[in-house]
């Protein structure tokens, strides 16, 4: 897990940025503290503590903490206004990303912005949500839906069930109040209190689509807004559909690695051409079905089909992961001395997964006949075997205890051509097919930079000069593209 700057629960360390009750000019008077120091922490990142109405409908009423940090500009002389970074997810933070990417920034665009991170509600240091979930519930194949190994769903069924009650019972007033168009309400709040007129940011993966659904709220407080790896906006399905599209979009990027592990078969043994490595790579997963090896320190302590197909997923986001991946494949098919995991504990996951969870089920409602969830996993189990019927499985949204409590937002082109999107062509989580779909829904207000490349997450992340050139450009003169471009 990502290590966070910890904010001091001493009210003299921290600043309180009270949003809802100053104006954005008395706002800019807010003095910050310095973070307390931790791994990754970068020096000059400050932090600061955001009140904010946990139900928007009653602004009066209980509020919530925003943990918000920054980064200042070295030029204050050049200086546009703030880049805020929303993270992924759902359930990621957010605090410590000025520490992690103004390693990675250009300086052009560092002179111009204060770089801004947060922890979005109900995660790390701000007002945290939990379900209090069993152990049980969050090992590292439970976080998505995958199936038994003969493919069938009874498991999943009683899974989501036990999840909806546990986050009804203990997820308190906070799980009924995360959702997209309430963290687009934080971000505005964030806004305010640092004293800007409009706001530029930078989403990644389901970062794009809070930041769509920001725009769409609140299109003439925009600035530059850079989207990267671009969830689907679909509003009829909205996080079921990105559910949906693990299916596609590892199979787009499947090749990449099994051209990778094909050109050292000498090494890793897994064959001698990608499609000779996709059958190892099912043939194992198969067989670790029946027999799962031990694996000490995992989670769950053996490495089943399920958990292989996972870690699969998980490799496929970046071209560094590729070793670690035919290791492994390498080691359970020779062996069975299996290298240390890596897997985070199931500790490590309850305040993600309930965030998740409230997210997902919170913008839109997801109920269906239960028995359909068996055909439609036996159709894709058929057709995308790789990911073995997971990404139309059952959820605990099927069984969630709350309506959603406002419509879903239709991401549309009402408002300025201010939005540049980025895209892999080959991303295993936010595939292209997906991303081209945001790309329809802004119409003339964006432009689209498809990145001949795979992986999750474009600008500064895969070394595409010409990708990261037409970002870095944007963000310092502002100008769009006067086409969609190829990279």
Known sequence: MRNLARLSAAGASTAILTAALVTPAQATATTWSACPAGSGVDPRQECATLQVPMDYRKPGGPAISLAVSRIKTAKPALRRGVLLIIPGGPGSPGLNRPSVQVKKLPQDVLDRYDIIGFDPRGVGQSSPVSCGLDARDVSFTKLKPYPDADGGI????????????????????????????????????????????????????????????????????????????????????????????????????????????????????????PAAVRRTFLDLATALDRKPLPWPGANPEELNGNLLRETMLNALYSDTNFPMLATLMRAALTTGELPPSNTPPAAAMQNTAAHA???????????????????????????????????????????????????????????????????????????????????????????????DSGGHGVYLANGNACGDQTVTSFLTTGNLPARDKSC
Request: hydrophobic share 40%.
């Open 357 to 451: 969870g409230a997210t997902m089920c919170n913008d839109v409602a997801w109920q269906d006949a239960v028995g359909s969830y068996q055909q439609q996993v036996r159709r894709d189990r058929a057709a995308h075997p790789l990911t073995a019927g997971m990404p139309v499985n059952m959820g605990p949204c099927q069984f969630w205890p709350f309506e959603p409590a406002e419509p879903v937002v239709r991401v549309t082109s009402r408002g300025p051509a201010n939005v540049l999107l980025i895209q892999n062509l080959r991303d295993p989580s936010t595939p292209y097919s997906g991303a081209l779909k945001m790309r329809q829904a802004f119409g003339q207000r964006a432009r689209m930079v498809s990145v």
């Open 154 to 273: 009874a498991e999943n069924v009683a899974w989501s069930r036990r999840i909806a009650e546990a986050c009804a019972r203990n997820g308190g007033p906070l799980i009924r109040h995360i959702s997209t168009r309430n963290e687009a309400r934080d971000i505005d709040r964030i806004r305010q209190a640092l004293g800007e007129k409009k706001l530029s940011y930078w989403g990644v993966s389901y970062g794009t689509y809070a930041g769509a659904v920001y725009a769409t709220m609140f299109p003439q407080r925009t600035d530059r807004v850079v989207l990267d790896s671009n969830d689907d906006p679909d509003p009829r399905k909205v996080a079921r559909q990105w559910l949906a599209n693990y299916a596609v979009g590892v199979e787009d990027r499947f090749p990449d690695f099994a051209a990778w592990a094909a050109a050292r078969d000498g090494e890793y043994g897994l064959g001698a051409d």
